[in-house]
C-alpha cells in the first residue's frame, strides 16, 4: 500500500506557495510572538539593547544631583557675568558723556576767557592810543599854536577805557600804573598852557607822563603774558 503524503510535500520535504514567508528553523514560537509584538510596535517606543541596565544606586543619584547643582552654579555665574558686562556698559557710556560734557565746558570756559583777555588788550591799547593823541595835541597847540586841539581831544573814550580796564583786571601792579598815568596827565594838562618862564615844569610834567604811560604799558603786558601762560596750563591739563 502506498503512503499518502500531505499535501504541499514534496519528496519528504514541505513546499509552500509562492510569496509565502517561512519560519526560519532557529525561530521558535515564543521568539515569533516576540518579533510580532515588536513589529506591532511603533518605532518611538522602540529600545535595543545588549545589556541589563543596573538599578541606579545612592551614588549614582548624589552624582547627577551634585552635576546637576554645578550646572544651576555655572548658570548663575553667568547671569552675574552678564549683568556685570551690562553695568560696566552704562558706566562706560556715562563716563564718556561726562568726559565729553567737561570737554565742552573747559572749551567754552577757555573761549570766555580768550575773548575777556581780548577786550582787555583792546582796551589798553585803546588808554595807550588816546595818552599818545592826547600828548601830540598839547605839542601841536603849544609848538605850533594850533588852537583847540586839546579840547577836542576824546576825554570820553578815555574814561570809559579807563573803566573796562578796571572791571576786567584787579592785578595790584596794573591798577597803580593806571593811576599815575591819570595823575601825570592831568598835571601836564594844568602846566601845559602858560608859555615862557615855565617851559621847565612842562618838559618836567612831559616827561612824568612819558615815564607812567610806559610804566602802563609794561604793566598790561605783563597781566597779558600771565594769563596767556594760565589758559596754556589749563588746555594741558
Known amino acids: 500500500m502506498r503512503h499518502l503524503r500531505p499535501a504541499g510535500r514534496a519528496g519528504g520535504r514541505k513546499t509552500s506557495a509562492p510569496g509565502t514567508l517561512h519560519r526560519p528553523s532557529w525561530l521558535g514560537p515564543q521568539r515569533t510572538r516576540a518579533v510580532i509584538r515588536l513589529l506591532k510596535t511603533p518605532a518611538r517606543h522602540w529600545c535595543v539593547t545588549t545589556e541589563q541596565i543596573p538599578p541606579r544606586s545612592d551614588s ?9 547643582r554645578s550646572g544651576g552654579s555655572q548658570t548663575q555665574v553667568r547671569g552675574q ?5 551690562g553695568w560696566i556698559g552704562i558706566i562706560g557710556v556715562l563716563a564718556g558723556g561726562g568726559i565729553a560734557l567737561l570737554g565742552q565746558y573747559r572749551l567754552r570756559l577757555a573761549d570766555k576767557r580768550d575773548e575777556l583777555t581780548a577786550l582787555f588788550l ?9 595818552s599818545e593823541d592826547y600828548r601830540n595835541r598839547v605839542w601841536e597847540e603849544r609848538r605850533l599854536s594850533l588852537q583847540g586841539r586839546v579840547a577836542e581831544w576824546r576825554l570820553g573814550d578815555y574814561r ?25 596827565g592831568g598835571s601836564l594838562g594844568k602846566v601845559w598852557r602858560p608859555a615862557g618862564d615855565e617851559d621847565e615844569q612842562v618838559e618836567t610834567a612831559w ?12 604793566a598790561s603786558g605783563v597781566v597779558i603774558e600771565r594769563g596767556r601762560i594760565k589758559r596754556e596750563r589749563g588746555i594741558a591739563q
Do not use: S
Open 160 to 184: 570809559l577805557a579807563e573803566a573796562r580796564v578796571k572791571i576786567l583786571c584787579r592785578d595790584a601792579q596794573l591798577r597803580d600804573a593806571l593811576k599815575h598815568l591819570n595823575e601825570a
Open 60 to 68: 549614582a543619584i548624589a552624582g547627577m544631583h551634585e552635576l546637576t
Open 81 to 85: 557675568t552678564r549683568t556685570m558686562q
Open 122 to 130: 583792546e582796551q589798553c591799547a585803546q588808554l595807550v592810543a588816546l
Open 207 to 218: 616827561r612824568t607822563h612819558r615815564e607812567a604811560l610806559n610804566r602802563f604799558m609794561e
